[in-house]
């Protein structure tokens, strides 16, 4: 299947800092791609669609300001966390859509693991 | 809006034992279902998916799933579980009439396998 990295897959930052993921597409183009949030032994939550040209669609409860998403090439988008706090360390996965191929299945990076001290 | 139930939060089962890990959706008109399985501090890897056409689906290391339709289930087994199926295994939907293709995820089922 068509790989999706995302990086860095760990980094600890301190309160008040930002922090920026990033999730490539490595072998396809993604016009659509998807931000999740995942806390210890919870599910994913979706927090973001992030479509490549225009501005990011965001979930209900979501800070759009907090959350800073950009998609401004079919094969990368960046989640930028502004101002982190401790309550933002969580596993932040990416995916991606590979619409060359039907679109009908997205793959996922392997994750960042944010730790805010 | 779509929901995904994955009823059982923990699954104990002992080695070489069958397992089924339950997941049921809310209706919808056309879905795509996938089951995930992710290891501790790791992303999600793709077990199997149902888009279209037969309703049994297999996928890898083992897993099976049915596509129930009446039932809106789409239950994973596996007829013989080894200790490193020990992981977090989550059931997940795109709804195809919303036309965005997110994925929404069940709460998560962890299989323990025990020796």
């Known amino acids: 299947g068509a790989v999706v990295s995302q990086h860095p897959s760990r980094v600890i930052c301190k309160s008040g800092t930002s922090v920026k993921i990033e999730c490539r597409s490595l072998?396809?183009?993604?016009?659509?791609m998807f931000w999740y949030r995942q806390f210890p032994k919870q599910s994913l939550m979706l927090m973001a669609t992030?479509?490549?040209?225009?501005?990011?669609?965001?979930e209900q409860g979501v800070e759009k300001d907090k959350f800073l998403i950009n998609h401004a090439s079919l094969t990368l988008s960046t989640l930028t966390v502004t101002s982190a706090h401790p309550e933002d360390s969580s596993f932040y996965i990416c995916s991606a859509r590979d619409v060359g191929a039907g679109g009908t299945e997205a793959f996922f990076g392997q994750g960042t693991r944010l730790t805010v001290v | 809006a779509q929901s995904v139930t994955q009823l059982d939060s923990q699954v104990p089962v002992f080695e070489e034992a069958p397992v089924e890990l339950r997941c049921n959706y809310s209706s919808s008109v056309s879905v795509y279902l996938f089951w995930y399985v992710q290891y501790p501090n790791q992303g999600l890897q793709l077990l199997l998916k149902?888009?279209?056409?037969?309703?049994l689906v297999k996928g890898i290391n083992g897993f099976e799933a049915e596509f129930n339709k009446s039932q809106t289930s789409f239950h994973l087994r596996k007829p013989s579980v080894h200790i490193s199926d020990t992981a977090e295994y989550f059931c997940?939907?795109?709804?195809?009439?919303?036309?965005?293709?997110?994925?929404?995820f069940g709460t998560g089922t962890r299989l323990k396998v025990l020796a």
């Open positions: 149902y888009l279209s056409g037969s309703t």
């Open positions: 997940a939907v795109s709804d195809l009439a919303s036309g965005t293709y997110k994925y929404i």
């Open positions: 072998d396809f183009q993604a016009t659509t």
């Open positions: 992030s479509n490549e040209g225009s501005k990011a669609t965001y």
